[in-house]
């Protein structure tokens, strides 16, 4: 089935908050029990899985071009990623949660070159020439 929806920016952006926010909270939140904890880094899984489906249809959108959107939620996932690295580098937090800091820096990089490869090729198959047609069938001898 082919997205008709239209370019967004805060749905990329607030997923990989979101994912990257209850990831912390699972490992930084204090007196959790063991229940709560695994069930918060479940609920950070769901979330990168929205993260990756939302980042997919973003790509796959059928307008031929770069837009304005593709490059801002570039800049953002760039941005988390960046964020995600300084604060672990400078922060003094726990070792889980830098390890966790260290975790979003990669998954946000990787997120972000992901929406650039998987766009790039979305725009690359729509801008290609469709193919000749082929006659199967052959021509009328006279």
Do not use: K
């Not at 695994?38 to 770069?66: D, K, T, Y």
């Not at 580098?89 to 972000?112: E, K, N, Q």
């Not at 979305?122 to 290609?128: N, P």
Request: proline share 5%; with cysteine; net charge positive.
């Amino acid at each position: 089935m082919e997205e008709r929806r239209a370019a967004r920016i805060g749905t990329v952006s607030g997923l990989a908050l979101l994912a990257g926010g209850t990831a912390v909270a699972a490992v930084a939140g204090g007196a959790h029990s063991i229940f709560a904890t695994v069930l918060l880094g479940l609920l950070a899984l769901g979330m990168s899985h929205a993260l990756v489906v939302e980042i997919r249809r973003q790509a796959e959108r059928r307008v031929a071009g770069w837009a304005r959107q593709d490059s801002i939620n570039t800049f953002l996932l760039g941005f988390w990623a960046e964020a995600a690295l300084i604060m672990t580098i400078i922060g003094s937090s726990p070792m889980p949660v830098r390890a966790v800091g260290l975790a979003l820096t990669i998954g946000y990089a990787a997120s972000c070159g992901y929406f650039v490869t998987l766009r790039r090729r979305t725009i690359a198959t729509l801008t290609q020439p469709a193919p000749a047609p082929t006659r199967d069938v052959p021509l009328p001898q006279a």
